[in-house]
């Protein structure tokens, strides 16, 4: 049922550094990309999403980057934080949301 | 204003048995949707209900059921419980189905333990 392929699936990042995060996508269709943070025991919580008439939106440390003609998108966060640690979901929705498998972010202080 | 909010937070229930989850979804809006999160995956969709009507359906046994009631909350009902039925059950909410409006918010899940 996945389409939404993400990676890495981990990740180490020192603080004050850059987290990067990767997803790719197959179904053209899809018309709507968001970005979920999770911590553990929580549910999912909105963090950014971006639509494919635009290439970038940024969102104070979150920038999702959208590639359309290579079907892929990223979420960066600048300056990362001990706190950002956490899960982050890519998702693609067209009818019904497709989530990435998950990328668990670990920052260090 | 409240979030989405879902109940029971955890259910330990025995295989073959039945079980009821309930949502209330944020003032104000009338689409609610479900998925399942198995440990270490990402949630699956399994319904999207808005105005009352499903709009959605993903790849789950006809022993999940759902349905959204005049005030927008909703049920989902799992028959026949099968030890892979345990998960957390997700419940997100948004303005609308599709398009503008369409960002989901998260209820916290009902974790539900089959054994």
């Known amino acids: 049922q996945q389409q939404v392929k993400q990676s890495p699936q981990s990740l180490i990042v020192q603080k004050g550094g850059i987290s990067i995060i990767n997803c790719a996508y197959e179904?053209?269709?899809?018309?709507?990309f968001p970005w979920y943070q999770q911590f553990p025991g929580k549910g999912p919580a909105l963090l950014i999403a971006?639509?494919?008439?635009?290439s970038e939106k940024k969102e104070g440390r979150f920038t999702i980057s959208f590639n359309k003609s290579a079907k892929q998108f990223s979420l960066h966060i600048m300056d990362s934080q001990p706190g950002d640690s956490a899960t982050y979901f890519c998702?693609?929705?067209?009818?019904?949301?497709?989530f990435g498998a998950g990328t668990r972010l670990t920052v260090k202080p | 204003d409240a979030g989405v909010t879902q109940s029971p937070t955890h259910l330990i229930k025995t295989r073959g048995q039945q079980v009821t989850l309930r949502c209330s979804p944020i003032?104000?809006?009338?689409?609610v949707s479900w998925y399942q999160q198995v440990l270490g995956q990402g949630p699956q969709f399994i319904f999207q209900?808005?105005?009352?009507?499903?709009?959605g359906r993903g790849n789950f046994p006809d022993r999940f059921s759902a349905r959204q009631f005049p005030n927008y909350s909703s049920e989902l009902n799992v028959n026949a419980l099968l030890l892979g039925d345990s998960a957390l059950y997700l419940c997100?909410?948004?303005?609308?189905?599709?398009?503008?409006?369409?960002?989901?918010?998260f209820g916290p899940g009902t974790r539900l333990t089959v054994t």
């Open positions: 209900y808005y105005e009352k009507e499903e709009r």
């Open positions: 003032s104000g809006h009338k689409s």
């Open positions: 998702a693609a929705n067209n009818n019904d949301m497709r």
């Open positions: 997100a909410s948004s303005l609308a189905s599709g398009g503008p409006g369409y960002e989901q918010y």
């Open positions: 179904n053209t269709a899809f018309d709507y």
């Open positions: 971006i639509r494919p008439d635009v």
